[in-house]
């Protein structure tokens, strides 16, 4: 199986910062990673998808990079609402692994 | 309005069984591969299964392979997840979610999940 890498497991910032996390695949995966937020007590939602590209409805102040088997999302001018938790998925071959996790917290 | 309803969750002794149903609406059922997800009180997403459109490819994680099965009825509109000879580690809230491809030429490519129900809680103790 595909192992994801992510870190930081929790990171504290504050709103206008810019953030970065980073996911590590096991292996090559190509492009095939995908970006997830989630809020407490709430369902994840698809940030962004293949490395890069933005799902629809989602702020630009989030952007995804790909470099070699690393994977990083970044957000730009931090807003109150993106305190949250976020996890990288590989979606290129099944089991499709997630990453841990990071927790975005209010500095 | 695109929704998925999940529901079946509940408490169940270990080695016991339970069958978990996704209940959809507001887009095309029949198209889309869907997938379980489940996340641990506290932790992490683990993704489950997933099912092709037709139901003529599933996938598992190692950890419930020939015990969990997943289904679907394109005719009600419901995805299933059949949970047998449950234990412990399977104590999570599940998620149903629809799986999302981009297509390229002649090619589909895998992105994750872009719709999530709101999940329903499995709890496995005696």
């Known amino acids: 199986d595909i192992q994801m890498t992510q870190s930081p497991s929790s990171l504290a910032a504050s709103v206008g910062d810019r953030v970065t996390i980073s996911c590590r695949a096991s292996?090559?995966?190509?492009?095939?990673s995908s970006w997830y937020q989630q809020k407490p007590g709430k369902a994840p939602s698809l940030l962004i998808y293949?490395?890069?590209t933005l799902q629809s409805g989602v702020p630009s102040r989030f952007s995804g990079m790909r470099s070699g088997t690393d994977f990083t999302l970044t957000i730009n001018s931090l807003q109150p609402e993106d305190f949250a938790t976020y996890f990288c998925?590989?979606?290129?071959?099944?089991?499709?692994?997630f990453g841990q996790g990071s927790k975005l917290e209010i500095k | 309005e695109v929704q998925l309803v999940e529901s079946g969750g509940g408490l169940v002794q270990p080695g016991g069984s339970l069958r978990l149903s996704c209940g959809a609406s507001?887009?095309?059922?029949?198209?889309?591969?869907m997938s379980w997800v489940r996340q641990a009180p506290g932790k992490g997403l683990e993704w489950v299964a997933n099912?092709?459109?037709?139901?003529?490819?599933?996938y598992y994680v190692d950890s419930v392979k020939g015990r969990f099965t997943i289904s679907r009825d394109n005719a009600r509109n419901l995805l299933y997840l059949e949970m047998n000879s449950l234990r412990a580690e399977d104590t999570a809230l599940y998620y149903c979610?629809?799986?999302?491809?981009?297509?390229?030429?002649?090619?589909?490519?895998?992105?994750?999940?872009?719709?999530w129900g709101q999940g329903t809680t499995v709890t496995v103790s005696s």
């Open positions: 293949a490395a890069s």
């Open positions: 979610a629809r799986d999302f491809f981009s297509a390229y030429g002649y090619y589909y490519y895998y992105n994750g999940m872009d719709v």
């Open positions: 998925q590989q979606t290129y071959s099944a089991p499709y692994t």
């Open positions: 099912i092709k459109q037709d139901g003529s490819e599933k």
């Open positions: 507001g887009f095309s059922f029949s198209s889309y591969w």
């Open positions: 292996q090559s995966i190509s492009n095939f």
